[in-house]
């Protein structure tokens, strides 16, 4: 059973550019959750998909945006890039999302720097 | 929002016991906790479900007060595998099952 990969690992973008990161849910999830991780904090939630529908939404700005293919597999998109960007982006994949006890599986991030 | 983890930060010698709090100003349907480690995934512990259950796994536990609407999680003589960060999700029984996450507890041991 493979984990969640997420890729690139690293990415360096400059400001006002559109960036694309990519996410493999673990086999058998439906749902993807997508994170931004600032130095020194928690994760933050962007926003979930589940079967290829957006399920929820965080406090960020339409420039972010995603996607979920028949697969599962999901994108993060974020057009015009700000330097408050920067960031580790994580995915979480989880079996189903109505179920109480879901637990959600991280990836191990993408690294965006914005100069 | 954002539920409040204290202590910030906490070092141990090997053996040593600690405890990690999680409070929330709302109501919780259920706490997910965390550990990451510089540079890695957080990977999942365990999550404690509204009704003060109690749950383990070898000698890292936590417990869910609802009345408080805070959960503890204890590490019990701890090892030096167990230095990382420590992050509680909080789940307010949104559909999505949204997590929202406190800004952690970094958590040393050392020999």
């Known amino acids: 059973e493979t984990g969640v990969t997420q890729s690139p690992t690293h990415l360096i973008k400059t400001r006002g550019q559109q960036v694309t990161l990519r996410c493999s849910s673990q086999?058998?999830?439906?749902?993807v959750s997508w994170y931004q991780q600032a130095l020194g904090q928690g994760p933050q939630f962007i926003f979930q998909?589940?079967?290829?529908?957006?399920?929820g939404r965080g406090n960020f700005p339409p420039r972010f945006s995603g996607l979920q293919f028949p697969n599962y597999s999901s994108e993060l998109n974020v057009n015009a890039l700000e330097l408050d960007d920067s960031a580790l982006y994580l995915c979480?994949?989880?079996?189903?999302?109505?179920?109480?006890?879901?637990?959600?599986?991280f990836g191990p991030g993408t690294r965006l720097t914005v100069l | 929002q954002q539920p409040v983890q204290s202590p910030q930060a906490v070092i141990l010698r090997e053996g040593e016991d600690a405890v990690i709090n999680c409070s929330s100003s709302?109501?919780?349907?259920?706490v997910h906790w965390y550990r990451q480690k510089h540079g890695e995934a957080p990977v999942f512990l365990m999550i404690?479900?509204?009704?003060?259950e109690q749950k383990g796994h070898e000698k890292i536990s936590a417990s869910f007060n609802e009345k408080k609407q805070q959960s503890s999680l204890y590490l019990t003589a701890s090892q030096l595998s167990y230095s990382g960060t420590y992050f509680c999700?909080?789940?307010?029984?949104?559909?999505?099952?949204?997590?929202?996450f406190g800004s952690g507890t970094q958590l040393t041991v050392l020999p």
């Open positions: 979480a994949s989880s079996l189903e999302t109505t179920l109480p006890t879901d637990t959600q599986y």
């Open positions: 086999s058998g999830h439906n749902t």
């Open positions: 998909y589940y079967r290829e529908e957006e399920n």
């Open positions: 709302k109501a919780l349907y259920s």
């Open positions: 404690l479900l509204k009704g003060g």
């Open positions: 999700g909080t789940d307010y029984g949104r559909l999505e099952r949204q997590l929202t």
